[in-house]
């Protein structure tokens, strides 16, 4: 199914091309690559919830990256990716409403992960692999951070993104999704 998934997703620029070509050779090398077992790089998802009036992105502020960053975690072993995507956002921010705005992948990346201290355990350098979705919610909606992994969760002006993300190489991911959304918003 996730192969499948990705092997007929249309990139939307070089970057995903190559990152595709990544993601399938996970699949076709690694029997883990679901699982953190697989210490090279494994799969996660990520949700872009934007409110009804597409002006605001919920974000949390991860306590490991310290900076604002979308909500969404690791597989752990489930191979559909949207469902993980869901569940990431509702255990992060307490978000329970939301929708998926399109049933297609909104962006395909693969996410160097330098080495950190999770837990009291050092985890070593590795990627994620990572598939996205775009969800819409109402900003008025009761949201709350989760307090293990970030301090905050809130929801963040799309014109301004950059003043509250601190990680660089995750600014162009984000112009990125912000880019496919306003055409998606244009087509419809």
Not at 100 to 111: F, N, Q
Not at 144 to 152: A, L, Y
Request: hydrophobic share 35%; charged share 30%; net charge negative.
């Amino acid at each position: 199914m996730l192969k499948e998934l990705i092997r007929n997703y249309k990139p939307y620029n070089m970057q995903e091309t190559e990152d595709k070509k990544v993601m399938l050779k996970y699949l076709d090398t690694f029997d883990d690559c679901l699982t953190r077992n697989n210490v090279f790089g494994h799969f996660t998802s990520s949700s872009f919830v934007v409110n009804q009036d597409y002006t605001k992105v919920l974000m949390a502020y991860h306590n490991i990256y310290k900076s604002y960053c979308w909500l969404g975690g690791h597989a752990d072993g489930e191979e559909d990716l949207l469902k993980v995507a869901e569940r990431e956002t509702t255990e992060e921010s307490s978000l329970k409403k939301f929708t998926l705005v399109t049933p297609e992948i909104i962006s395909l990346d693969v996410i160097e992960v330098k080495g950190h201290i999770k837990r009291g355990k050092w985890i070593t350098p590795h990627v994620h692999l990572n598939v996205t979705y775009l969800f819409k919610a109402n900003d008025k909606d009761f949201i709350h951070n989760k307090e293990d992994e970030n301090s905050s969760v809130k929801w963040l002006d799309l014109k301004h993104i950059d003043d509250f993300v601190t990680e660089e190489g995750m600014k162009p991911i984000y112009h990125k999704i912000i880019e496919r959304m306003e055409k998606i918003i244009q087509d419809n």
